[in-house]
């Protein structure tokens, strides 16, 4: 049997040029795909060494949902309902002050615990995340 592997996993974003532009210009991810099919975007960036992974910002709306389920989903995604994505880091103090230097918003600043440091920041449409140093 082949191996296999989860390639994709998606958030929802408010607006695709936004989410893009923090996710390339803040944080290092690169552009993997950007296609239009009509009004449908599919948006797919990667992390710099992870090579096989992508993190696709998806705009609700059709042809998935319709324009109700499209509201209810950003508003979900605004009040910070979704579950938090994981970043792992080398330095999780000196990623904070890199990235609160590009102007990352972060609801949460660099705290030791469970034998390592964390940080907690939200994207512009208000995913969040948990930033974590590797354990050595």
């Known amino acids: 049997m082949g191996q296999t592997a989860v ?25 993997h795909t950007d296609v239009r099919n009509g009004d449908y975007r599919w948006l797919t ?3 710099p060494g992870q090579s096989t ?9 059709p042809p ?5 389920t499209a509201q209810t989903l950003h508003a979900m ?3 910070g ?16 002050d890199r990235m609160l230097a590009k102007g990352v918003e ?10 390592t440091v964390d940080a907690g920041f939200r994207d512009p449409a208000g995913n969040g995340w948990k930033m974590v140093q590797a354990r050595r």
């Open 53 to 61: 992974f992508q993190l696709g910002l998806f705009r609700p709306g």
């Open 77 to 79: 995604v605004a009040k």
């Open 7 to 31: 390639q994709t996993v998606g958030v929802y974003v408010r607006d695709q040029d936004e989410a893009l532009a923090f996710y390339v210009g803040k944080l290092g991810f690169k552009v």
């Open 45 to 47: 960036v990667q992390y």
């Open 106 to 115: 972060f609801t949460q600043e660099p705290v030791d615990r469970f034998g």
């Open 81 to 96: 309902a979704m579950p938090s994505l994981v970043l792992e880091v080398d330095d999780c103090r000196a990623a904070y």
């Open 64 to 68: 998935v949902h319709d324009a109700a």
